[in-house]
């Protein structure tokens, strides 16, 4: 669906390490600041099990997982709003970005140094959303210029436009950022198309070290501390060490370093999922002897609409979709078992798929 995931922080705290391991694309990583020179871009497995389980009974040639597109931006650090570091072109890399993991350091590490001179996962944060917050301010202030100009004609949206800039403008001002202003969501659209970096929904990542990646760290507990009041997702990953699973060929292998450091699963599947829900998204399954396969689509999409995510074809001309739910068809064993338990459904076009749907589309063009 084209949807992006873009990985922030400040410079030399892991990010790439982390991006290399979920990314089907893998980028050098450096020990020195502003070594790198654009956006890594790859595509991320979204890990279901279901998958799995629906492949056991359907036995595919091919099970492919459903994906998000994941960003990995250069470092910031002070003043990149203006120029500084890498300069802000980077910023503009975060625009285009649906929602934004924030990875902070939590870690110590003689070999690589911290920008700032010591490792302060909080003051890293602040940074990072000052230089969000600075660059979103003069998107707010050239807006207010132009919309002035048509508010004094007696434009009725301009002028309740720019009341709506200016509490973004106060907000900014007050180095808060522009998730947390309190307006409604009919008078956020009226400024939608401004992209606001600190609007993005955010996950935080505490990029560990590897005898701290079950309970996190001091470092960790100071990330969660600053966010009691606020209470968005926070994360414990050990980048490193999970970088270096991930290098395995062997799944077997895979899982015997990850008992060793006491995890169930990598730290980078549940930042994955967590993503994948941040987006708003879900999955629903086809099923055939070719491939089981997941798809992704925006939560409260219909069945056609759904269905041209698979082929545009399948849209213009859907009929009908035969609906299972999975744990009904993991249950039971077959479609046939689900038909004769009376629980495979024929739904029509204003049919909303639900997470987890096994749909087979019927359609004629």
Same mark, same amino acid.
């Given at each position: ?36 020179? =654009? ?23 091919? $099970? ?6 994941? $960003? ?32 902070? &350091? ?39 210029? *132009? ?8 434009? #009725? ?8 800039? #200016?509490?973004? #403008? ?10 947390? $202003? ?17 609007? =993005? ?11 701290? %990646? ?16 606020? #209470? ?21 292998? *895979? ?33 055939? =002897? ?7 689509? *925006? ?7 759904? %269905? ?11 009929? &009908? %979709? ?14 046939? %078992? ?23 589309? *019927?359609?004629?063009?």
């Amino acid at each position: 669906m084209g949807l992006k995931c873009g990985i922030i922080g400040i410079t030399n705290i892991g990010k790439t390490t982390i991006f290399n391991c979920i990314s089907n694309t893998r980028a050098e990583s450096s020990n020195f600041a502003f070594s790198a020179s =654009k956006s890594n871009i790859g595509m991320i497995n979204v890990p279901d099990i279901r998958l799995q389980k629906i492949n056991s009974i359907i036995e595919s040639d091919t $099970v492919t997982p459903a994906t998000v597109d994941i $960003v990995d931006i250069p470092g910031l650090t002070k003043g990149s709003s203006k120029g500084e570091g890498i300069g802000n072109k980077f910023l503009g890399d975060i625009q285009q970005c649906d929602a934004l993991i924030h990875v902070v &350091r939590c870690f110590d590490d003689d070999q690589l140094p911290h920008i700032e001179g010591s490792v302060n996962p909080v003051r890293d944060l602040e940074i990072v959303d000052l230089e969000l917050q600075i660059k979103d301010l003069e998107m707010v202030d050239r807006r207010i210029e *132009r919309t002035e100009k048509v508010a004094r004609s007696g434009d #009725k949206d301009a002028k309740k436009a720019l009341e709506i800039l #200016k509490v973004y #403008k106060a907000h900014f001002e007050d180095f808060k950022s522009a998730r947390t $202003v309190d307006l409604s969501d009919d008078d956020k659209n009226f400024i939608d198309d401004l992209l606001l970096l600190s609007d =993005k929904p955010v996950i935080y990542v505490c990029n560990v070290d590897e005898d701290s %990646a079950v309970n996190g760290n001091a470092y960790a507990d100071q990330v969660r501390e600053a966010f009691k009041e606020d #209470k968005p997702e926070v994360l414990v990953i050990a980048g490193k060490l999970e970088s270096d699973i991930a290098e395995l060929d062997d799944e077997d292998d *895979r899982a015997e370093f990850l008992s060793d450091a006491g995890l169930n699963e990598p730290g980078v599947h549940k930042m994955i999922q967590s993503a994948y829900h941040l987006l708003n998204l879900q999955s629903f399954f086809t099923a055939g =002897k070719k491939e089981v396969r997941a798809w992704t689509i *925006r939560k409260g999409m219909s069945a056609p609409q759904a %269905a041209g995510v698979i082929h545009s074809d399948l849209e213009r001309g859907f009929i &009908r %979709a035969e609906v299972m739910n999975f744990d009904d068809f993991y249950s039971l064993g077959s479609e046939q %078992a689900v038909k004769d338990a009376g629980k495979l459904r024929v739904e029509g076009k204003n049919y909303v798929v639900q997470e987890g749907d096994l749909l087979h589309i *019927r359609f004629n063009v």
